[in-house]
């Protein structure tokens, strides 16, 4: 099982990034998918997940109304679209199948002016 996550940068606070995952290892569209972040000294937290179809999704309040999560079944993708970025988003980035214990190497999203 492995994770592969990229799309992450440097933003001015306002700005945009849409985050990519790309997962091998299992039957992709049998699974929930999951972005967590890390913040500096901060414990992992889980910021948005999609259900297997795309259709059930759920947001961590500090993410709704500006992040979307979506999946793309036919190519093994999980993404993150990220508006109106703020400096506390300022974090690593990684996806998950919560039913797997494995980690990818996660993408650094720093939001500053």
């Known amino acids: 099982v492995q994770f592969v996550e990229s799309g992450g940068g440097a933003v001015q606070p306002g700005g945009s990034l849409r985050l990519s995952c790309a997962a091998s290892?299992?039957?992709?569209?049998?699974?929930?998918m999951s972005w967590y972040r890390q913040a500096p000294g901060k414990k992992r937290e889980l910021v948005a997940t999609?259900?297997?179809?795309?259709?059930?999704?759920w947001y961590a309040d500090s993410a709704k109304g500006r992040f979307t999560i979506s999946r793309d079944n036919a190519k093994n993708m999980v993404y993150l679209q990220m508006n109106d970025l703020k400096p506390e988003d300022t974090a690593v980035y990684y996806c998950?199948?919560?039913?797997?214990?494995?980690w990818g190497q996660g993408t650094q999203v720093t939001v500053s002016s």
């Open positions: 290892g299992f039957t992709f569209s049998s699974y929930a």
């Open positions: 998950r199948n919560p039913n797997f214990a494995s």
């Open positions: 999609i259900g297997s179809t795309g259709r059930n999704i």
